[in-house]
């Protein structure tokens, strides 16, 4: 299944992306890694297991932002339509913040 082997890919590189505009990504790394283990921050695990339950599709992307003190899990998730949901969780708690999808409007293949 690819979603597993994608998701494989996340947990096996630890990875959890931070802000690319910050220009200490080593930094950015550690600050996550010290939210997680201060249980600051969900398991990216935890809450792609309960996408995968409420929202069908391939992840394409996942990043860890902190803003105005508060720590957000962003993921993009290409839907079984084609159509791209971007959904953003409180880090936390792992409840919905917002959703958000584009529907691709581009030339048919």
């Known amino acids: 299944m690819p ?11 630890g990875l959890i992306l931070a802000n690319p505009s910050l220009a200490d990504d080593r930094h950015d790394h550690d600050r996550a890694r010290q939210a997680l283990e201060a249980g600051e921050i969900l398991p990216l695990r935890t809450l792609l297991t309960r996408i995968e ?3 069908p599709g391939q992840i394409m992307e996942v990043e860890l ?9 962003e993921i993009k998730l290409l839907r079984g339509d084609g159509a791209l949901l971007k959904l953003e969780f409180d880090a936390r708690d ?7 999808t584009k529907k691709d409007h581009g030339e048919p293949r």
Do not use: D, M, N, P
Request: aromatic share 14%.
């Open 53 to 55: 339950r409420q929202h």
């Open 3 to 13: 979603r597993i082997t994608l998701y494989g890919a996340f947990l096996a590189a």
């Open 65 to 73: 932002e902190r803003e105005h003190g508060r720590w957000r899990y």
């Open 94 to 100: 792992g409840s919905l913040l917002r959703g958000k």
